[in-house]
């Protein structure tokens, strides 16, 4: 008994010994992303401690929301304990008994005095994304540096999302990336209060999802011959014979753990199983689903026009969609399955006789009026499991039914038209919501698609509204919200896919999260230079700004008055008027200039002591 005693003592005194050491940190100012609906910051702070006391107020210890918190402060280096009774705790986590409409499903109060911090909310989401506000009042570095003490200012917020939809979309058919890094997609979508992962799992690159009726979709269509050394765009052709060695799939039980993760984060996983085009990889497995006698490769790279699409007068094409779409129903417990249906090249159609059979016999007008046959009874089948479709906006060419989702990618005309025949809307245009796009000038960039001259900085992010002025007010409420794509064809590893994705993501979040009269792209450039440290210290790669600089120019009695802009706050630019390259050490801009017609300004831009990119011209 003494001897337990003893033991007892001493592991009191190591825990005490560890509570005390680290670092201690003062934060004075919330920089919250994304913006939240309502926040005051108050007199008095509270100290939150190695050792943090955690109360649930109806709500189980056992519940997934309070497990993700306890395993999320551990990996901090708190060690949090639970209390119950009339124990006062450090941190109260409460599932409100009356429902406040004001806050609705995904919302939550959060406060913070010298007693303690409360959350309360109607649901565990809610409770989910207050701990998440929470996490961002710690300093940036706190996952990587040990803190024994972390004193944060008292406030109140009252804060719920402005859209239901908040997606994040990556494409793992291009470039396969492992589950270890869908899972870090998972983590910091949930950081940023992020609640749909669109998974781009079929394409002509590759088929990355087990469906045990069909085995060749793995064996065969997961795989391709390697040209990940070569340029996308202008890839060697297969070699007869030539062994496909690059790929990879997800196993059923790869998509169960998938879903699980994101649904401890609250994040909801839609599946994207495209057709009735980007089908290489079928055809190459299944190549009797195609409208001609063609032995199909799966894609090495780029093509253009895709041209392998699956055969619409053939039964056995549908029987094989009802095949898949049975199992892939039993992975995705989600409502939504997106059907892709975008860039379907028609030329094979137009001289099948199958499908001019079909056309003829269902009185059809055109080869886009069959796409739009296909979708609706796919939908039908789909509709019967209680399941709805989303499709891009190239399903509207045909017809579209009222229960099929829009997803408007090509700018925001498409969803503009989906909107007033009724249709629900997930606005997604290409500007500025593809993050495949270079995020500054493309001499400072890695690899990405389009153009030199067409980028989406985060400047342009922030701009995005999912609600377009055109619809009138019944018509907006079709909008459920926006989301960003990542598509892989440039992207080969992981470190490229997480400087493509942040910080955007970040402005993505605030887009789609907070109030318009919220957000200020003022005060986003403040917060986001902490959000940086902290995306560095959860270990991901990130891009640190576009520095060419914004130019604005007004006329002037004695020439152009010439103003400069920073994206990134904290850059300073180096000038010179006199044709010399600018160094370091030349002058700062601080105020317009006044500059003389044919004169020539050049910049270089110094952020965080560091010279970035190159030197910049500009005539006048």
């Known amino acids: 008994m003494k001897c337990n005693v003893l033991k007892l003592l001493a592991l009191g005194f190591v825990m005490l010994l560890l509570a005390s050491c680290g670092k201690t940190a003062q934060v004075s100012e919330l920089n ?27 709500l189980s210890q056992n519940s997934q929301t309070f497990g993700y918190v306890k395993s999320s402060l551990r990996k901090l280096g708190f060690r949090p304990s639970f209390v119950s009774g009339n124990t006062q705790g450090d941190f109260l986590f409460e599932l409100n008994k009356e429902y406040d409409g004001e806050i609705g499903d995904e919302g939550y109060v959060l406060d913070v005095t010298s007693d303690g911090i409360t959350v309360r909310a109607n649901t565990e989401t809610g409770l989910f994304y207050g701990y998440q506000t929470f996490l961002q009042m710690l300093p940036d570095d706190v996952c990587r540096t040990a803190y024994s003490k972390v004193s944060i200012p008292a406030c109140s917020i009252v804060d719920y999302p402005r859209f239901t939809w908040r997606g994040s979309h990556l494409d793992v058919c291009r470039h396969f990336f492992p589950m270890s890094q869908i899972k870090k997609h998972l983590d910091i979508m949930a950081a940023y209060k992020m609640n749909r992962f669109h998974w781009h799992l079929t394409e002509d690159q590759g088929w990355r999802l087990e469906i ?15 040209r990940n050394d070569e340029d996308w765009n202008y890839p060697r052709n297969p ?7 690059y790929g990879g799939f997800f196993s059923k039980e790869d998509v169960k753990e998938i879903v699980e993760y994101a649904a401890q984060r609250h994040i909801e996983v839609i599946p994207e199983i495209e057709f009735p085009g980007h089908c290489c990889a079928v055809l190459a ?19 253009w026009p895709p041209e392998a699409i699956m055969c619409a007068g053939n039964d056995k094409v549908q029987e094989f969609l009802r095949d898949v779409f049975d199992e892939v129903v039993e992975m995705f417990p989600f409502q939504y399955i997106h059907v892709g249906g975008d860039e379907a090249v028609k030329k094979h159609w137009e001289t099948c006789p199958k499908c001019q059979a079909r056309i003829k016999e269902l009185q059809l007008n055109n080869e886009a009026e069959l796409q739009s046959w296909l979708t609706a009874e796919i939908e039908k089948y789909l509709l019967e499991k209680g399941k709805r479709i989303i499709g891009w906006d190239e399903i509207l060419e045909g017809f579209v039914t009222p229960s099929c989702t829009v997803m408007s990618w090509r700018g925001t005309e498409g969803g503009i038209a989906a909107a007033r025949k009724g249709n629900d809307v997930i606005m997604t245009p290409v500007s500025p919501c593809y993050f495949d796009y270079r995020q500054a000038d ?8 389009g153009k030199a001259f067409r980028f989406n900085p985060l400047s342009r992010v922030y701009q995005f509204n999912p ?37 955007r993501l970040c402005a993505m979040s605030e ?20 959000h940086k440290d902290r995306i560095a210290a959860m270990g991901y790669n990130l891009c640190w700004g576009s520095f060419k600089p914004m130019v604005t120019t007004m006329p002037d009695a004695e020439g152009t008055r010439v103003s400069l802009a920073a994206e990134e706050l904290g850059t300073v630019f180096h000038y010179t008027i006199d044709g010399s390259d600018p160094t370091l050490e030349s002058p700062t801009y601080a105020e317009p200039l006044i500059l003389k017609p044919g004169a020539m300004l050049k910049t270089l831009a110094e952020y965080r002591g560091q010279k970035r990119e190159g030197v910049y011209s500009f005539s006048f």
């Open 32 to 58: 919250i992303v994304p913006e939240p609906v309502r926040l005051e910051q108050k007199s008095g702070v509270f100290t939150v401690k190695t050792l943090l006391k955690l109360r649930m107020e109806n």
């Open 212 to 226: 045990s009726k069909y085995p060749l979709l793995t064996e065969v269509g997961a795989w391709r011959v390697d």
């Open 511 to 530: 887009c789609l999260w907070s109030p318009l009269d919220r957000k200020s792209w003022e005060r986003f450039q403040v917060k986001i230079e902490h």
């Open 239 to 245: 070699e007869p014979g030539e062994k496909a060695t």
């Open 442 to 449: 493309s001499l400072y960039q890695p690899q990405a698609i």
């Open 285 to 303: 497995s299944y190549p009797e689903l195609g409208c001609r006698d063609t032995q199909y490769c799966v894609a090495v790279a780029d093509y």
């Open 467 to 503: 609600t377009p002025v055109e619809l009138n007010a019944e018509e907006q409420k079709h909008i459920l919200g926006g989301q960003c794509n990542l598509w892989t064809e440039y992207i080969k590893d992981n470190e490229h896919l997480e400087y493509m994705l942040l910080p």
